[in-house]
């Protein structure tokens, strides 16, 4: 089966040795850490290498059997200094991440090219991919938009990261992925929405952080997001529903996305290791 990964969105309420705890009951095998707060009053979880605290997540780790498979929110926004998060990448690298999450929050282009660039040059020094997300609302608001700044920073581990609801409410298609390089798609996150998207830029931001469906329980079409990703591209499940009780909506996470994924063979219809489809569904 495909390894599974939670979004700390999914539970931002629970710190970090809590919700490694709730992944590993679960069935996840990592977890996406929020480091850095998305929203001026958002919660975040820092940590920083040689303290107590940040020994005794590792230990909280090892013993449940759980890897951080990234961190976030990194936001590109004018003001920038990429060099003041060094101390937040050690620590996740000491973590065991293999990647950082940034968004696009720069009207002038060029700079904010630049500036991922700097992030990737940066993020490499400690091992890690940085993976740029695209949200309707923000500055790189489409798929198009992520892949433009990808190409144009010419960094090997600049990357796209995917999120099942942010690639429809953008106008994106599934089979708008077959024509990108498998290294600039190494994960994705999964969930579900109705079919009509929200008539207002608050409430496509609500839906985002509140308001989405387990995977499977709505119309986003994920039979063909899976298909049209490399088969080896990382899977994690962000899905905030508040009306539910934390323990309860991990659970119900990790069981409505792999019922989505077992239900489909990831190896029929998607791009093999060369980028294109596979012959026998071309």
């Known amino acids: 089966m495909t390894k599974l990964g939670l979004a700390h969105l999914t539970a931002l309420e629970l710190a970090p ?23 001026a009053d958002g919660p975040a979880y820092p940590t920083q290498t040689g303290t107590e605290a940040h020994r005794a997540l590792k230990r909280v ?3 449940e059997g759980v890897r951080v498979s990234d961190i976030e929110l990194v936001q590109l926004k004018p003001g920038i200094e990429i060099a003041s998060l060094a101390g937040c990448l050690e620590a996740a690298a000491d973590l065991g991440a293999t990647a950082l999450i940034a968004s696009g929050d720069d009207p ?18 400690f091992g890690l991919r940085v993976d740029l997300e695209f949200m309707r609302w923000r500055a790189v608001g489409n798929l198009a938009q992520a892949a433009a700044v990808v190409r144009d920073a010419g960094q090997r581990n ?13 106008g994106g298609r599934a089979a708008d992925l077959i024509t990108l390089p498998d290294h600039w798609l190494r994960a994705a996150q999964l969930c579900d929405a109705t079919a009509d998207a929200p008539a207002t830029e608050t409430a496509i931001i609500a839906e985002a952080r509140e308001g989405r469906l387990p995977p499977g329980d709505g119309a986003l079409p994920l039979g063909p997001l899976l ?6 591209a990382a899977l994690s499940v962000e ?10 909506r991990i659970a119900t996470a990790f069981n409505a ?26």
Do not use: K, W, Y
Not at 28 to 37: K, Q, S
Not at 158 to 170: F, Q
Not at 227 to 232: N, T, V, Y
Not at 257 to 282: F, K, P, S, T, Y
């Open 227 to 232: 298909e049209a990703l490399p088969g080896d």
């Open 239 to 248: 899905m905030p529903m508040p009306a539910l009780d934390a323990s309860e």
């Open 108 to 125: 002038d282009g060029p700079r904010l090219t630049a500036h991922f660039a700097e992030l990737c040059l940066l993020a490499a020094s």
């Open 61 to 63: 780790l090892t013993d």
């Open 158 to 170: 600049g990357a796209i990261l995917v999120d099942a609801l942010h690639l429809t409410r953008s």
């Open 257 to 282: 996305a792999r019922h989505v994924i077992e239900g489909r063979d990831r190896g029929a219809g998607r791009r093999d290791c060369h980028g294109g489809l596979n012959q026998r569904n071309a």
């Open 17 to 39: 040795a809590r919700l490694v705890a709730e992944a590993a009951r679960a069935g996840f095998a990592t977890v996406a850490l929020r480091f850095i707060p998305a929203t």
